[in-house]
């Protein structure tokens, strides 16, 4: 799904009245009646008080027009206009009338603290006050309002966007942001929604559609790419009947040291689990019983050392090379790193110590192949490229990074974001029990599994991340999160992959709309 920034939609917004010929109210009304839908089917007439607080732009023209179609319903509703400026939106204003057509409770005028309403913990509040025109930090009593929401106990639904929070800016002030319990949003998500910074203020959403132009939403550039199961299926590579071994290539896994041998299986089993072919680790003498007990599937060559990585040679063509998993930063090893990178033509993933060699050795950054993968989580990231004084920045520095080495960077987190030159993709799967050692190496050995199987860099990046993630979501789901083990997220691989074409089942109102 495409991410659009708030200067797009408005240009959609546009386009759509002018293509559609309707006027900028007929949309509201829409982006409005969707709303109503979702709260009307959750809430089948309950009596619960809906509080609105509408701004006075177009996201308060959407709270009116809510308004109007729950009191309508026989709801029990109460509206505040909050009275950040006596400026009105024409939208605004025209449903400010239409509001008055089906009630003798007129919207409540709010002009400051002595406005703030009782609230109690039962109430719904719907939090229509500023949307994606939001241009300045909130202050004074407004941010005093947005406090005190978040005081209550009560739901709190955001209309767009939650309030105080930017579509596609940086956040000033992480005290004047309404911390909604669900965001029901138009058409794209917005990418504040999965930045670090940001992303729990939203901690639920649902998209809903309001009938863009379907031209513009096809044929622009978004800002970032979600990718979920509908996504995800697509990448999928069906195997062929007379396919064999070979045709899924010969992963070669790089890691381990002396007490960090598990990187070494956790990556190696991965790398087969997710379909490799064959695969071949390359391990310090002290891994080589290690490995061929815990996976017998294996090849094995061994450096001369016993404990750590000196001299990385193999006798066969690679389809695909991840190092770097435990194999920590000894100098000789610095060395062969430096020596395997001249294999210009060989995908590589470059992960943990293989990264923080680099960090320690940016002059080594230019010699990296092509479309080498780097799996960075923050801290490895910060390392790499510096430190940042936001997320925006952070995405700025690393597409400039990718542009100018070439590479893709995956920037591990909660919501994982792959970027490629100036492209964002942000990965839906994964869960905090996958905070857990030797989830990354796991993740390596997916993503070199996927290059050694003929995906090309970005697909297997964003393929992999998916995967990953989905295989941890289904341990988690099976163990809870606090349980979950790299093993687990490796055993459910399979479990991931034949999820990939199992349709959801439909909820009841989804079936009754069918
Ligand atoms: N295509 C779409 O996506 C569609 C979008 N729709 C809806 O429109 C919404 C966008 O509406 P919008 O452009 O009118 O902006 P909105 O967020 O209501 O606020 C702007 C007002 O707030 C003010 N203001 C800003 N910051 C402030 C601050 N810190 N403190 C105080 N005041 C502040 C600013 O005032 P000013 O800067 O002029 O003083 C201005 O008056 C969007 O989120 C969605 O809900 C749908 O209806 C239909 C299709
Ligand atoms: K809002």
């Given at each position: 799904m495409k991410i659009f920034s708030a200067e797009q939609l408005y240009e959609a917004d546009k386009i759509t009245i002018e293509k559609q010929q309707i006027t900028s109210e007929a949309l509201m009304e829409r982006a409005g009646t969707q709303i109503f839908n979702w709260l009307h089917q959750r809430l089948n007439g309950t009596p619960v008080p809906i509080r609105i607080f509408c701004g006075i732009g177009n996201n308060g023209g959407d709270g009116l027009v809510v308004g109007r179609m729950l009191i309508e319903h026989g709801y029990n509703v109460i509206v505040y206009v909050v009275n950040c400026s006596d400026k009105r939106s024409k939208n605004f204003l025209i449903n400010y009338d239409k509001i008055k057509n089906v009630t003798k409770k007129w919207p409540l005028l709010m002009k400051g603290e002595s406005d703030f309403p009782e609230i109690n913990p039962e109430d719904i509040i719907v939090d229509a006050i500023f949307g994606i025109g939001l241009n300045r930090c909130p202050g004074g009593w407004v941010k005093k309002l947005i406090q005190y929401l978040n005081e209550s106990k009560a739901f709190k639904l955001a209309i767009d966007i939650p309030s105080g929070l930017y579509s596609n800016?940086?956040?000033?002030?992480?005290?004047?942001?309404?911390?909604?319990?669900?965001?029901?949003?138009?058409?794209?998500?917005?990418?504040?929604?999965?930045?670090?910074?940001?992303?729990?203020?939203?901690?639920?959403?649902?998209?809903?559609?309001?009938?863009?132009?379907?031209?513009?939403?096809?044929t622009t550039e978004p800002i970032?790419?979600?990718?979920?199961?509908?996504?995800?299926?697509?990448?999928?590579?069906?195997?062929?009947?007379?396919?064999?071994?070979?045709?899924?290539?010969h992963t070669l896994i790089v890691s381990g040291s002396y007490g960090k041998m598990g990187a070494a299986v956790l990556s190696t089993t991965s790398a087969y689990r997710i379909g490799a072919g064959m695969v071949t680790a390359f391990v310090p003498k002290c891994g080589y019983a290690i490995i061929q007990t815990t996976i017998p599937e294996a090849m094995v060559i061994t450096d001369k050392e016993d404990d750590y990585l000196s001299n990385i040679s193999f006798d066969f063509e690679p389809s695909a090379i991840g190092i770097g998993m435990g194999i920590g930063k000894n100098d000789t090893t610095v060395a062969a790193f430096k020596k395997i990178l001249q294999n210009k033509d060989i995908p590589f993933v470059i992960d943990a110590d293989a990264l923080n060699i680099l960090s320690e050795n940016k002059a080594m950054l230019k010699l990296?192949?092509?479309?080498?993968?780097?799996?960075?989580?923050?801290?490895?990231?910060?390392?790499?490229?510096?430190?940042?004084?936001?997320?925006?920045?952070?995405?700025?520095?690393?597409?400039?990074?990718?542009?100018?080495?070439?590479?893709?960077?995956?920037?591990?987190?909660?919501?994982?974001?792959?970027?490629?030159?100036?492209?964002?993709?942000?990965?839906?799967?994964?869960?905090?029990?996958?905070?857990?050692?030797?989830?990354g190496d796991a993740l390596s050995g997916v993503i070199t599994g996927l290059l050694s199987q003929g995906y090309d860099a970005l697909l297997a990046s964003v393929f992999g991340v998916y995967l990953h993630g989905r295989a941890g979501d289904i341990a988690a789901g099976q163990l809870g999160y606090e349980a979950v083990m790299a093993g687990d997220v490796i055993d459910n691989l399979s479990e991931a992959y034949l999820d990939l074409f199992v349709r959801e089942e439909l909820s009841s109102e989804e079936s009754a709309e069918k």
């Open positions: 800016l940086p956040l000033e002030d992480t005290e004047a942001v309404l911390k909604a319990n669900h965001t029901l949003t138009f058409q794209t998500p917005k990418l504040s929604f999965f930045l670090p910074e940001t992303a729990s203020f939203v901690s639920n959403f649902d998209v809903l559609e309001i009938g863009l132009d379907i031209e513009f939403l096809q970032g790419q979600l990718i979920s199961k509908l996504e995800a299926q697509r990448f999928y590579k069906p195997r062929e009947k007379f396919d064999h071994k070979g045709t899924y290539g990296l192949p092509k479309n080498s993968i780097l799996t960075p989580h923050p801290g490895e990231l910060k390392r790499l490229i510096g430190e940042w004084k936001n997320d925006y920045e952070k995405l700025e520095k690393t597409k400039k990074f990718s542009e100018k080495y070439e590479v893709v960077v995956i920037i591990k987190g909660a919501y994982t974001i792959t970027v490629y030159g100036d492209k964002l993709y942000i990965n839906t799967t994964g869960n905090p029990g996958m905070g857990t050692a030797g989830s």
